[in-house]
Structure formats: C-alpha cells, structure tokens
C-alpha cells in the first residue's frame, strides 16, 4: 500500500473553504482506481490542513498522479488555501481488518 499527502495552509476562511470542499474531493479520490481510502485533516489553529490518500499499489498511486496535480490546483483555485508540501510514502505497517 502507498499512501500520498499534501499539507495545506491559509487564513482561517480560506481553510475552512477548504474543510467544505472535502466533501466534494474526497468521492472524486475514492473514485479513481486502486484508491484504497481519502482522509482530510484540519489544525484551525495552526492553519493547515492535511489530504492524506491511500493507494492499493505503487502503480495506482503513480497513474492518478496527474489527477492529483489537477485537484490541488483546482483545491488552490477555489479555497485560497497554498500547498506547502507534497509527499508521497509507502505504508509498512497498518490495522488488520476486521469483519
């Protein structure tokens, strides 16, 4: 599994704008194939933000790379919010799932 994280930041309105479109990022994410879950962070405090996406294989991480450049800039674009750092990581350990 890999994972991919951008840290955001901004002023207090831009990250709330920011907070209100999760919902709207986070369908199109889990859309894209190999897309094994989307998960987004916020500090109000601090103003910053976190997008944290996790991919089933390096691949699929790699193919939606350009999805994932056209999505934070259109997340800039419409939030406010600047992207401070991209990062991209393999996950060596995780939860079992249970069922």
Not at 48 to 60: C, F, G, I, K, P
Not at 63 to 75: H, I, L, M
């Amino acid at each position: 599994m890999f994972a991919r994280t951008s840290i955001w930041t901004g002023t207090a309105e831009a990250i709330d704008r920011w907070a209100a479109a999760a919902e709207t990022v986070r369908p199109f994410v889990e859309g894209l194939e190999g897309n094994a879950g989307a998960f987004f962070f916020v500090d109000r405090s601090s103003g910053r933000a976190l997008t944290l996406t996790l991919w089933n294989t390096e691949d699929a991480a790699r193919a939606s790379d350009v999805a994932a450049d056209e999505s934070r800039a259109r997340t800039m674009a419409a939030t406010g919010v600047d992207l401070l750092e991209r990062g991209q990581y393999e996950v060596i350990d995780r939860p079992e799932a249970t069922g």
